[in-house]
């Protein structure tokens, strides 16, 4: 009997990451997403702002066949191939498709500039206009509008074709027909005559289309466009640093060992299985268990948690964390893509590839203004055609309607407030990264924030010392830290070196200094055994603690606030009770009423413990119903997208590695400058100083940047739209056009340098 056809084979599904080019607007990244997804078997996401489509495929489906797909709408796109790790030391490759792209329009926008400044001075003003002036402007505008121009008019064919039509499409249109009214004009009407003149005359009148040119419009607006274009282009060089940030926070290479020998090699190397080692100080190369060794470990880049984690044989650790004590052999038993820092990665790529999507405000407005421009004009065209049958006057006023609707100022609009913006908030300590950031801020109802390096200090500190006093031999505070800083300077734990940089004095000389890892340090000063670390430490050596009177109060109230109890004892006797934590800033709890009074609600997240969480809540004015602790950085996730799902417009405010993917999801994310790369990459603002009050200065000057991009945009649009009548009665003056032109601009600029006085 013949087998049954394998008409139905199960591919495993593949996926693929693509580089889009030729995408300017959202409308773009939408299109090239519909089509991919109409191919069987393949499921894509296009991400506008880094130029990514990120495409699960199976079946037939091969990356040719993608790549070819995106390629007959006009795009292009070649697959994003993983590059081998690179040394620490190498410098950041400078040839990257966002420094062509930012290098390619600041070319075009000087060499436009230059050209379009006469053109503009010529027509405008009448001093200026020597015979046969209007040739020169030609000469020098025909560079402009053809190859200066060149990224819209493709940009628009591209749409054409799609039966789309985008702001490229209203500036090519609007210059084309410009420049070629004036082509028209120059040679087949009276401007090309020797001794030609343009008048400047502000008044409403019918104009004789065949003695007009348009030349300074269609440069001026180009050169206008190009301007803003190249500084959105600069912005989007630093797409996917956030990315970048993180995997760069992993260690570059490890020791492994091979026959009993340490031998160098790549951490893309390594395999499940190795063993590697790793000394204090050094960065753990991947998941792992430890095999060898006891040590504390510095977890706080990626779980938050202040207090370093004691490890011992059979402990698990992560990949990126620090060792800051002893020397550790690490089994390996997750590498590469399956490592807990790459899972963070991921959190924060998907976290950005959903906020990407959101369109900028000239983009929403365009979507309506240019359809309904185009269609004006055409309806002025036909409208004086079937009225009059005069096809010169029928012409110029479909022409002049398309001049006075080109958005000069709207090119200048956003990019101009921004830079203001953007300006004086360096001065006062805040990063703004992009317009798409400022949306949110007026929504903004809840603001989330991490405690450790943003609320707290981020480092452990000596926060008390209590003594025995009621003892007959008690003995001083200063005394007490003297002791048990000299034996801790020897010690690599992050709270032996709070406690020993507790002591400001001079401190004795240490002998027979000893380090039980996980209990503590002893040492030999001036005489004394002296003991600093937990209970079990001292009990080894037969000193018991006291169950009653102020140091076991002292201890019980330490714990029950989260901080570390440290013990010190000599002499036989426990003598202090030192109390070490991550101390608050002094600025937080005046950063919170500050946050208060804008209408946000502050909630305290954290990878700590409750007993922490609470008391530093209860120490900046946060309620205890509005802490949420020992969350780990996928549950912070969780917690935002909890609190958006429950209607809440969500700001974070975080520092740590742990917060990156956070600070992505949540509408406004707001960095620590204080704090890891990935952080103040993920972040939509930067707070440069890590003072916390900053977040509400940040937040008040993104709601006046918005709404000077929200005035520029009106007015950009204003000036057009209440001409557009005129243009279209064919009563407006060339003249009027090119000074509305002008004058918007102006305006534009002028209002936006108002944000230099920000305060």
């Known amino acids: 009997m013949p087998s049954a056809a394998p008409d139905a084979i199960t591919v495993p599904t593949a996926e693929v990451e693509l580089a889009i080019g030729g995408m300017t607007c959202a409308s773009c990244s939408s299109r090239i997403e519909r089509k991919l997804n109409r191919i069987e078997g393949v499921t894509a996401s296009v991400n506008l702002a880094t130029e990514k489509a990120r495409v699960a495929y199976g079946g037939q489906v091969a990356v040719p066949d993608l790549i070819a797909t995106v390629e007959k709408l006009g795009y292009s796109a070649h697959e994003i191939v993983p590059e081998p790790p690179v040394d620490a030391d190498s410098p950041e490759p400078s040839g990257s498709p966002e420094a062509h792209e930012a290098d390619a329009l600041r070319q075009r926008f000087t060499v436009s500039a230059v050209l379009a400044l006469p053109v503009i001075l010529m027509a405008m003003v009448p001093a200026l206009q020597f015979d046969n002036w209007q040739w020169l402007s030609l000469t020098l505008a025909a560079p402009v509008v053809v190859w200066g121009g060149l990224p819209f008019h493709r940009a628009a064919w591209t749409n054409a074709r799609h039966g789309a039509a985008t702001m490229d499409t209203l500036v090519s249109v609007g210059t084309l027909a410009a420049f070629g009214w004036s082509l028209w004009a120059l040679f087949f009407g009276d401007a090309g005559m020797p001794g030609m003149r343009h008048g400047f005359d502000l008044t409403v009148s019918r104009a004789d289309g065949s003695s007009t040119i348009y030349l300074e419009v269609a440069a001026g607006v180009v050169t206008f466009i190009l301007l803003g274009r190249w500084l959105e282009a600069r912005a989007k060089r630093k797409a996917g640093a956030a990315l970048r940030a993180l995997l760069e926070l992993g260690a570059r290479d490890a020791a492994v060992l091979r026959g009993g020998v340490e031998v160098r090699v790549p951490v893309a190397a390594l395999r499940v299985g190795d063993r590697f080692v790793v000394r204090p100080g050094e960065k753990i190369a991947t998941d792992g268990t430890v095999v060898e060794g006891a040590s504390a470990i510095d977890a706080s880049l990626l779980t938050g948690e202040s207090v370093p984690v004691d490890v011992v044989v059979g402990s698990p650790v992560t990949g990126a964390t620090v060792n800051a004590g002893g020397r550790l052999v690490v089994e390996a038993t997750r590498v590469g893509a399956d490592t807990q820092l790459a899972h963070m990665a991921k959190l924060v790529e998907d976290a950005q590839n959903g906020k990407a999507q959101v369109q900028r405000l000239a983009d929403r407005i365009a979507a309506v203004f240019v359809p309904v421009v185009l269609l004006i004009a055409a309806g002025t065209l036909g409208w004086w055609l079937g009225t009059t049958g005069d096809a010169n006057a029928a012409f110029t006023a479909a022409v002049a309607v398309l001049i006075i609707a080109c958005p000069c100022a709207l090119g200048l609009a956003t990019p101009t407030a921004l830079m203001v913006g953007t300006g004086r908030g360096a001065q006062l300590g805040i990063l703004i990264k992009g317009p798409e950031v400022l949306e949110s801020t007026r929504r903004v109802d809840t603001v989330v924030l991490d405690k450790t390096g943003t609320v707290t200090s981020g480092r452990m500190e000596l926060v008390s010392v209590v003594t025995d006093g009621s003892a007959q031999d008690s003995v001083r505070d200063e005394e007490v830290l003297r002791y048990a800083a000299a034996v801790e300077q020897a010690s690599e734990h992050p709270v032996g070196r709070a406690v020993a940089a507790g002591f400001d004095g001079e401190l004795p000389p240490v002998s027979d200094f000893a380090n039980t890892p996980g209990l503590g340090v002893r040492g030999t000063a001036e005489g004394r055994t002296v003991l600093v670390g937990r209970a079990a430490l001292l009990a080894s050596e037969g000193i018991s603690v006291p169950a009653s009177g102020a140091l076991a109060a002292a201890r019980s109230a330490a714990e029950a606030e989260g901080r570390t109890a440290v013990l010190v004892a000599w002499d036989g006797r426990v003598r202090a009770v030192l109390g070490v934590a991550d101390a608050v800033k002094p600025t937080s709890a005046e950063a919170v009423a500050r946050l208060r009074e804008l ?36 549950d912070k996730v969780d917690v935002v997208r909890r609190l958006q799902a429950e209607g809440r417009t969500v700001a974070m405010v975080g520092d740590g590695v742990n917060d990156a993917a956070a600070l992505a999801t949540a509408d406004l994310g707001l960095a620590m400058g ?83 006085r920000f305060s």
């Open 599 to 634: 209408g946000l609600k502050p909630l305290l997240l954290t990878g700590d413990n409750a007993d922490v969480a609470r008391t530093v809540a209860a120490e900046v004015g946060i309620a205890a119903e509005d802490v949420i602790a020992e969350v780990l950085p996928q």
């Open 674 to 756: 204080t704090g890891t790369d990935a952080a103040i990459q993920a972040g939509d603002l930067t707070l440069v100083r890590g003072d916390l009050r900053v977040a509400a200065d940040a937040i008040r000057l993104a709601r006046r940047t918005l709404a000077t991009i929200k005035g520029n945009l009106f007015w950009a649009f204003g000036y057009n739209v209440a001409a557009l009548p005129l243009a279209a009665a064919g009563l407006l003056n060339p003249m009027i056009a090119g000074a509305a032109m002008a004058f918007s601009s102006v305006f534009v600029v002028s209002n936006s340098l108002r944000l230099r």
